[in-house]
């Protein structure tokens, strides 16, 4: 069973300040990892992906992956109450099928609060 | 405008009664998945498709059946329903094995 860990939250920030959303995933062989933007009552939308260690920027967001510690988080700057949103992580590992599927975290609540 | 097109959007229906959620995309997106959202639970992968005539169970496939006959549709059949699947059910497409876009979802309740 392929584990995918999230705080619930929700992570409450102040408008401007950075928000950092945490993700611990138990499959060792992830090859890559994902994260979607859920909006209250919306579907999911990919906002960021990364496939190496280190930080890959997008804007004013940032995805961090340490495969060693097999823990990815995603860095939201300048925070806005536009940002406020539930954010899945996802990691991509071989499902066993001959592909690579992805397993949703149950996704952290970010408030952003002016 | 890319899209995944789900429906119907909203269905309340009857333990029992055979039923298909369609999906459809313009993308010609090789890959199609259909997942379910319950609170507490997130989502969770019901079935997939890496193309055409090419479907694979995803995490909780019991009780449904999907078919690919073309690229552009993936529907969801629900032969016979039972409360449990009472929930909100997104399809989504991508290039490779990782959804890109997702429909706008289908919340069905079953009696």
């Known amino acids: 069973q392929k584990e995918v860990e999230q705080n619930s939250g929700p992570l409450s920030v102040p408008e401007g300040a950075i928000a950092s959303l945490n993700c611990t995933y138990s499959d060792r062989g992830s090859q890559s990892f994902f994260w979607y933007r859920q909006y209250s009552g919306k579907s999911p939308e990919l906002i960021m992906f990364i496939y190496s260690n280190g930080d890959k920027e997008d804007g004013r967001f940032t995805a961090q992956l340490n495969k060693a510690s097999q823990y990815v988080s995603l860095l939201i700057r300048d925070s806005q109450p536009s940002d406020s949103a539930t954010y899945l992580c996802?990691?991509?590992?071989?499902?066993?099928?001959?592909?690579?599927?992805?397993?949703f975290g149950k996704g952290t609540k970010l408030s952003v609060i002016p | 405008e890319a899209q995944v097109t789900q429906n119907p959007r909203y269905l309340i229906t009857v333990t029992g009664k055979k039923l298909t959620v369609t999906c459809s995309q313009n993308?010609?997106?090789?890959?199609m998945s259909w997942y379910r959202q319950d609170p507490g639970l997130g989502l969770r992968q019901i079935y997939y498709?890496?193309?055409?005539?090419?479907?694979d169970k995803g995490d909780v496939p019991e009780g449904y059946k999907v078919s690919r006959k073309e690229k552009r549709n993936f529907p969801l059949i629900l032969e016979s329903p039972s409360p449990n699947q009472t929930s909100l059910y997104f399809c989504?497409?991508?290039?490779?094995?990782?959804?890109?876009?997702f429909g706008d979802g289908t919340r069905l309740s079953i009696l």
């Open positions: 993308m010609n997106h090789e890959y």
């Open positions: 996802a990691p991509q590992g071989w499902s066993g099928a001959g592909s690579y599927q992805l397993t």
């Open positions: 989504a497409s991508g290039i490779t094995g990782q959804p890109q876009h």
């Open positions: 498709s890496m193309n055409v005539e090419v479907t």
